[in-house]
């Protein structure tokens, strides 16, 4: 599958066969490892709080952290982090992922690492962050966040 699905004009598809259609492209949070990303920045109000969504597309498994029950995902398969841009921990957080991605491009205000962070490619390391409220239920029950750490763009 290609990272990007393409878009057939309506006319040329009277005669595709369905199978020419592209599949959708997987939405789910990669396993714990080491990964090469293309992320973009967009600001997305949610339950109307303003935020920064990070959207990031998997464009490498480059090491697992549990090869023994973890298997890599598709390459472009896509998730996504949201920080609330209205209380301090989502600033925080949001400064902790997007500093060194303006420091190495040079991005000086938030505006502007949201404006051009734009299919821009890191690696980092994935970890999971578990939902408070879910500590205590099974595996399967649990939400989880992504946590990337180590970000190095590319």
């Not at 920045?41 to 920064?52: F, G, P």
Request: aromatic share 8%; with cysteine.
């Amino acid at each position: 599958m290609s990272e990007e699905m393409k878009v057939i004009p309506i006319d040329d598809l009277m005669d595709a066969s369905i199978d020419d259609l592209a599949d959708m492209p997987k939405f789910e949070l990669p396993p714990k490892g080491h990964y090469q990303f293309v992320v973009s920045l967009a600001r997305k109000t949610v339950s109307e709080k303003k935020n920064v969504e990070a959207t990031l597309v998997v464009d490498q498994t480059l090491e697992l952290a549990d090869t023994t029950k973890d298997q890599p995902v598709e390459a472009g398969s896509k998730f996504s982090a949201l920080f609330n841009m209205e209380n301090e921990w989502g600033q925080a957080s949001f400064k902790e992922f997007v500093l060194p991605i303006a420091k190495a491009l040079g991005y000086k205000s938030v505006g502007e690492a949201i404006e051009k962070c734009q299919n821009v490619k890191i690696a980092a390391v994935l970890k999971h962050r578990i939902h408070k409220e879910d500590r205590e239920k099974p595996f399967d029950e649990q939400r989880r966040y992504p946590n990337l750490q180590d970000i190095t763009p590319l």
